[in-house]
């Protein structure tokens, strides 16, 4: 009974530390993602603060910008959710007006 539970305990650390270094390469491999500790989930902080200031591609924000991503299974690897936020249009946009906001 003991070591079962401990064994349980071991496991559930050992995934929990793979899961924060998985997520500490996202944040630096991704400089626009930010967590949320309030909403439990992640931001693109360029989207979140630039989006649709002049949008002419009619795009409706989607995850990262108008609800939290949170399903982190998804995150990178073909049709993940960060690599494919980064190739969307107003996402280069807001990038492109957070960099002129900081001054260059
Ligand atoms: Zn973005």
Redesign the pocket.
Known sequence: MLSESAQTVTRQKEGRSYYVKFRESWLIHFK?LVYSPSAKGDY?K??VLFFAKDNSTRTKPGV??ATPFTNFRKATGKDGILTS?EKLQY?KD?MMAGSEFKGG
Request: proline share 0%.
């Open positions: 626009w693109c360029y989207c990262l910008v936020h996402h807001a």
